[in-house]
């Protein structure tokens, strides 16, 4: 499955962004789906994901209250909604699918990636 991410920005903190990330030619209906991010210098940390049914979502500490990962009816596009961002939220998102997932929050468990979205947060 082909991911496109888009949807970053730039937004003051205490601002909202919703990137979202889109399947070409198929749906994410039978994919554990989730959003990684990688800040300059730092490695890729885990920040949300959805298991492969859609019925459970798991989420970062750093994040948790903070973004919800969901779907759209069709199944073929995957948000983001970050609220109340922060400077340390800055750093590029992708998108990510693992077939038949559980929805795990190591990279590794994922076998396609979108090539990501730059967020920047200003203070």
């Known amino acids: 499955v082909q991911l496109q991410a888009s949807g970053g920005g730039l937004v003051q903190a205490g601002g909202s962004l919703r990137p979202s990330c889109a399947a070409s030619?198929?749906?994410?209906?039978?994919?554990?789906m989730a959003w990684f991010r990688q800040a300059p210098g730092k490695e890729r940390e885990f920040v949300a994901a959805?298991?492969?049914?859609?019925?459970?979502?798991y989420y970062a500490d750093s994040v948790k209250g903070r973004c919800t990962i969901s779907t759209n009816n069709a199944k073929d596009t995957v948000y983001l909604q970050m609220n109340s961002l922060k400077p340390e939220d800055t750093a590029v998102y992708f998108c990510?699918?693992?077939?038949w997932g559980s929805g795990a929050s190591a990279a590794n468990a994922y076998n396609y990636w979108g090539q990501g979205t730059q967020v920047t947060v200003s203070s």
């Open positions: 959805m298991n492969w049914s859609g019925g459970t979502t």
């Open positions: 990510a699918a693992d077939r």
């Open positions: 030619g198929r749906t994410f209906s039978s994919y554990a």
